[in-house]
Nanobody, 117 residues
């Protein structure tokens, strides 16, 4: 069973940086995608960035050039480096793991990111 544990949220001033990490207890067989989604109050959850098990990355237009997603060598930890943060980046950020060959979808518990002066 996949379990995702997130860390690294917090409060930061506009223009600052934060790094989010998500460690998975296991990875599925075959191709899969790990990513970060976010949900602001009264808004739908949206994709922030994702990376497949073969290294293909995808970013939301709103974060492209500011955020970087990466995995460690063992592909058990996915990291989201967030730079030049803006107040509109404030949200609960959720880690996600999705095998590409099944309908399974795994979520972390969420971590709060607040960008405010």
């Amino acid at each position: 069973q996949v379990q995702l544990v997130e860390s690294g949220g917090g409060l930061v001033q506009p223009g600052g940086s934060l790094r989010l990490s998500c460690r998975t207890s296991t990875v599925p067989n075959g191709l899969y995608e790990m990513g970060w989604y976010r949900q602001a109050p009264e808004k739908q959850r949206e994709l922030v960035a994702s990376i497949t098990s073969v290294g293909i990355t995808n970013y939301a237009d709103s974060v492209s050039g500011r955020f970087t997603i990466s995995t460690d060598a063992g592909k058990l930890t996915v990291t989201l480096q967030m730079n030049s943060l803006k107040p509109e980046d404030t949200a609960v950020y959720y880690c996600n793991l999705r095998p590409l060959s099944t309908n399974a979808n795994y979520w972390g518990q969420g971590t709060q990111v607040t960008v405010s002066s």
